[in-house]
């Protein structure tokens, strides 16, 4: 029952004011157009669609897609041994790390863009990334495969609790 013991964890969500800009921007134009074609008559746009494939594109823009982006959350959970990241919907399950397979590992600032090519799940010259906001994390170097960076708002604490669980893991295997 000792590795059930849970000495981290986070939550996150894409927080970017940008994203939620753009994406409300989008669903408030799918609906707008929604409102004037089908409730009030007119047409929507230079070669309008009828009214029932608007209807459902603006179903799936104007409420879909926010929900989506509003839904998808990176969980980071510490226990003693073993490091899980899940990005919901993308991962059924968590993905489990082994901290007897880390070499080392370090917080870092760093750029999300220019070093991963955004915010989500990524891959990039530096190895794969979890992140969905801000410019924190751990990265976790192994012996036998590419970094891992964890994306975290509370990168200190996520260090100390990798620190911790990496020690109470050699105490549960040995």
Same mark, same amino acid.
């Given at each position: 029952?000792?590795?059930?013991?849970?000495?981290?964890?986070? $939550?996150?969500?894409?927080?970017?004011?940008?994203?939620?800009?753009? +994406? %409300?921007? %989008?669903?408030?134009?799918?609906?707008?157009?929604?409102?004037?074609?089908? +409730?009030?008559?007119?047409?929507?746009?230079?070669? @309008?669609?009828?009214? =029932? @494939?608007?209807?459902?594109?603006?179903?799936?823009?104007? #409420?879909?897609?926010?929900?989506?982006?509003?839904?998808?959350?990176?969980?980071?959970?510490?226990? @003693?041994?073993? +490091?899980?990241?899940? #990005?919901?919907?993308?991962?059924? *399950?968590?993905?489990?790390?082994?901290?007897?397979?880390?070499?080392?590992?370090? $917080? =870092?600032?760093?750029?999300?863009?220019?070093?991963?090519?955004?915010?989500?799940?990524?891959?990039?010259?530096?190895? *794969?990334?979890?992140?969905?906001?801000?410019?924190?994390?751990?990265?976790?170097?192994?012996?036998?495969?590419?970094?891992?960076?964890?994306?975290?708002?509370?990168?200190?604490?996520?260090?100390?609790?990798?620190?911790?669980? $990496?020690? +109470?893991? *050699?105490?549960?295997?040995?």
């Amino acid at each position: 029952m000792e590795e059930q013991r849970i000495l981290f964890r986070e $939550k996150q969500r894409f927080t970017q004011f940008w994203l939620w800009a753009l +994406l %409300l921007g %989008l669903a408030a134009t799918m609906m707008a157009g929604f409102v004037y074609q089908v +409730l009030l008559g007119g047409t929507f746009g230079n070669r @309008p669609v009828s009214d =029932v @494939p608007l209807s459902i594109i603006a179903a799936l823009i104007g #409420f879909g897609l926010p929900f989506f982006f509003y839904w998808v959350t990176l969980t980071t959970e510490v226990m @003693p041994g073993v +490091l899980q990241v899940r #990005f919901r919907p993308f991962h059924l *399950k968590p993905v489990r790390i082994p901290l007897h397979t880390l070499r080392d590992f370090e $917080k =870092v600032t760093y750029n999300p863009i220019h070093e991963y090519g955004g915010w989500g799940i990524r891959w990039g010259a530096n190895g *794969k990334a979890y992140s969905t906001s801000g410019r924190e994390g751990v990265l976790l170097r192994f012996y036998n495969q590419q970094p891992i960076l964890i994306g975290s708002h509370r990168a200190s604490e996520l260090l100390q609790a990798i620190e911790q669980a $990496k020690a +109470l893991g *050699k105490g549960i295997a040995g």
